[in-house]
């Protein structure tokens, strides 16, 4: 039984790795095509990653943990039944699930990437950056219009 579950936990643990590893891909070509465009709104990339956040991240999230705690669970049932340590499942384990950590680890720094990249692009627009420019039209166009009706002589 307890062999049987540490295989369930490490099957687990490597769908949600393999799972990271296409979100981060995902994330990542984002970010490349954001850095390509400096044209288009941020902020409907900013809310389908929020949506992504709070959607399918955090049940794969809960994957994750579940994944864990039945690592740990399978491992402390062998120790309690004194069954040995090793065996194909404690492998597995032991090598699907720092996988998975790691890929899910990689996946958090690629979207933490993007959504900064996106909230500078929001802030680049609205900021002050945006206001010198529209002075610097201004001033262009009082300049324009001062030249075209001063008399000539």
Do not use: Y
């Not at 769908?15 to 590893?21: G, K, L, P, S, V």
């Not at 984002?30 to 990653?49: F, T």
């Not at 032991?94 to 933490?112: C, G, V």
């Amino acid at each position: 039984a307890a062999a049987a579950a540490a295989a369930e936990a490490a099957q687990k643990a490597a769908d949600i790795a393999d799972w990271a590893q296409k979100e981060t891909a995902a994330l990542q070509e984002q970010l490349a095509a954001l850095e390509g465009d400096k044209v288009s709104p941020a902020e409907p990339p900013l809310a389908a990653l929020e949506k992504f956040c709070n959607g399918d991240k955090t049940a794969k999230q809960g994957d994750l943990l579940d994944a864990r705690a039945a690592a740990c669970d399978a491992i402390a049932t062998r120790q309690l039944q004194r069954a040995g340590a090793g065996g194909p499942a404690d492998a597995a384990i032991a090598e699907s699930l720092p996988k998975a950590e790691e890929a899910w680890a990689a996946m958090e720094e690629a979207e933490r990437r993007l959504k900064h990249a996106l909230q500078d692009k929001i802030k680049r627009a609205q900021g002050a950056n945006l206001e010198w420019e529209r002075l610097k039209r201004g001033c262009t166009r009082v300049a324009e219009w001062l030249g075209g009706s001063t008399p000539e002589r």
